[in-house]
């Protein structure tokens, strides 16, 4: 029997080829004329290069009307949630790409409960997820749940700030968090270095959890095998963001230039903005929305379980208390009934015995 969905060369249509080798082939179309949707947030301090970062990687402009807040404005901003939507298509996939940034993170003079706002969003998108996917119309759910938290750390300390690390500790469980060390062209590779495995030491210390690779399997080629093993050494990446086009030799490139040469940013020598485009992009993406689904929305799912149960057991003691409550009081009604009862047979039987005494005194005058 031969697929009509899977058309074959007349001598593979043999009575032994039965047409379930075109599933993947259906899968494909079927996702790509769905598209796919990818919510990636950034988070860290301003000046960072945060936007900067996002437009180099999806070639675009999206915070083009955005006004630089001048000093005594940053002062008294509290941490904003900026959501922008981007459509973009290759080859004929289509992505709906959300960022979300968060502007004000960090720049108070008291940074205390600044990253509430954001852990605000995550959780709502949580909830709203829920609802949707508890609902009747469960066909056409739009997963706005954050996927891909890029978190900006600064190149001029010694490691992590206790912002930084509090931050982080507040959501690793609720998002796949993404260290990168911003700007960095303003270190040395040797400052770079020893700046990654500082910041790996207190992530381990603090018990951060950071989105891990996946292991390969077994069957995959040496060259593949060996670029998830970079991508891995690579983290947290060193990165620098530019969109300014320079020339080099006689060809164009984006980079950065300085009185002593020109950074380039898809250079993989210069920084690591190469690997993180394409771990963000062409190998992980699927891999960090499984995480989302299956490990942080799971978490959050079974705790609105758990809530909702507890909830519920809660209600039903209360009924079943005011219930016994309200027998009792019924018992209480029905023996305070008979008591009146009685003492009304007893009156009654009192006025029986006057009215009698009453009459045998006056027959006894008579």
Same mark, same amino acid.
């Given at each position: 029997?031969?697929?009509?969905?899977?058309?074959?060369?007349?001598?593979?249509?043999?009575?032994?080829?039965?047409?379930?080798?075109?599933?993947?082939?259906?899968?494909?179309?079927?996702?790509?004329?769905?598209?796919?949707?990818?919510?990636?947030?950034?988070?860290?301090?301003?000046?960072?290069?945060?936007?900067?970062?996002?437009?180099?990687?999806?070639?675009?402009?999206?915070?083009?009307?955005?006004?630089?807040?001048?000093?005594?404005?940053?002062?008294?901003?509290?941490?904003?949630?900026?959501?922008?939507?981007?459509?973009?298509?290759?080859?004929?996939?289509?992505?709906?790409?959300?960022?979300?940034?968060?502007?004000?993170?960090?720049?108070?003079?008291?940074?205390?409960?600044?990253?509430?706002?954001?852990?605000?969003?995550?959780?709502?998108?949580?909830?709203?997820?829920?609802?949707?996917?508890?609902?009747?119309?469960?066909?056409?759910?739009?997963?706005?749940?954050?996927?891909?938290?890029?978190?900006?750390?600064?190149?001029?300390?010694?490691?992590?700030?206790?912002?930084?690390?509090?931050?982080?500790?507040?959501?690793?469980?609720?998002?796949?968090?993404?260290?990168?060390?911003?700007?960095? !062209?303003?270190?040395?590779?040797?400052? %770079? +270095?020893? @700046? *990654? #495995?500082? &910041?790996?030491?207190?992530?381990?210390?603090?018990?951060?959890?950071?989105?891990?690779?996946?292991?390969?399997?077994?069957?995959? !080629?040496?060259?593949?095998?060996?670029? %998830? +093993?970079? @991508? *891995? #050494?690579? &983290?947290?990446?060193?990165?620098?963001?530019?969109?300014?086009?320079?020339?080099?030799?006689?060809?164009?490139?984006?980079?950065?230039?300085?009185?002593?040469?020109?950074?380039?940013?898809?250079?993989?020598?210069?920084?690591?903005?190469?690997?993180?485009?394409?771990?963000?992009?062409?190998?992980?993406?699927?891999?960090?929305?499984?995480?989302?689904?299956?490990?942080?929305?799971?978490?959050?799912?079974?705790?609105?379980?758990?809530?909702?149960?507890?909830?519920?057991?809660?209600?039903?003691?209360?009924?079943?208390?005011?219930?016994?409550?309200?027998?009792?009081?019924?018992?209480?009604?029905?023996?305070?009934?008979?008591?009146?009862?009685?003492?009304?047979?007893?009156?009654?039987?009192?006025?029986?015995?006057?009215?009698?005494?009453?009459?045998?005194?006056?027959?006894?005058?008579?």
């Amino acid at each position: 029997m031969t697929s009509p969905l899977c058309p074959r060369k007349r001598d593979e249509q043999d009575r032994e080829y039965i047409g379930f080798a075109c599933l993947p082939e259906q899968v494909h179309r079927k996702t790509v004329k769905r598209g796919f949707d990818f919510t990636l947030m950034v988070a860290g301090e301003a000046g960072l290069g945060k936007s900067t970062l996002v437009n180099s990687l999806f070639l675009s402009d999206l915070y083009k009307s955005r006004a630089v807040p001048s000093v005594e404005e940053r002062i008294s901003k509290t941490t904003e949630i900026d959501k922008k939507t981007l459509d973009i298509e290759e080859k004929g996939v289509k992505l709906r790409l959300t960022v979300v940034d968060t502007p004000g993170f960090g720049d108070q003079v008291n940074v205390d409960d600044c990253w509430k706002p954001i852990e605000k969003y995550i959780d709502d998108q949580f909830a709203q997820y829920f609802k949707d996917e508890s609902g009747l119309n469960r066909k056409n759910i739009t997963d706005n749940r954050v996927h891909c938290c890029l978190y900006f750390i600064s190149p001029y300390g010694r490691g992590l700030r206790p912002l930084d690390v509090e931050f982080m500790k507040r959501i690793h469980n609720k998002v796949n968090i993404v260290p990168l060390i911003s700007k960095a !062209d303003t270190l040395t590779p040797s400052e %770079i +270095r020893k @700046l *990654k #495995e500082k &910041i790996l030491q207190e992530i381990q210390k603090h018990q951060i959890s950071i989105y891990t690779f996946p292991e390969c399997d077994e069957d995959e !080629d040496d060259d593949f095998k060996e670029h %998830i +093993r970079e @991508l *891995k #050494e690579a &983290i947290p990446f060193a990165v620098i963001g530019s969109n300014t086009v320079v020339e080099v030799n006689g060809k164009k490139v984006r980079g950065r230039l300085y009185p002593w040469g020109i950074v380039e940013v898809d250079n993989p020598r210069h920084c690591d903005f190469t690997r993180l485009r394409t771990m963000l992009i062409s190998t992980h993406m699927h891999d960090l929305k499984d995480m989302t689904q299956d490990v942080h929305y799971e978490n959050y799912r079974s705790r609105c379980i758990s809530n909702i149960t507890a909830q519920t057991t809660r209600e039903r003691t209360k009924l079943k208390r005011d219930s016994c409550n309200f027998e009792a009081m019924s018992d209480a009604d029905r023996l305070l009934r008979e008591k009146d009862e009685e003492i009304a047979r007893m009156q009654q039987m009192l006025s029986q015995m006057a009215a009698q005494m009453h009459r045998g005194t006056m027959n006894g005058h008579k």
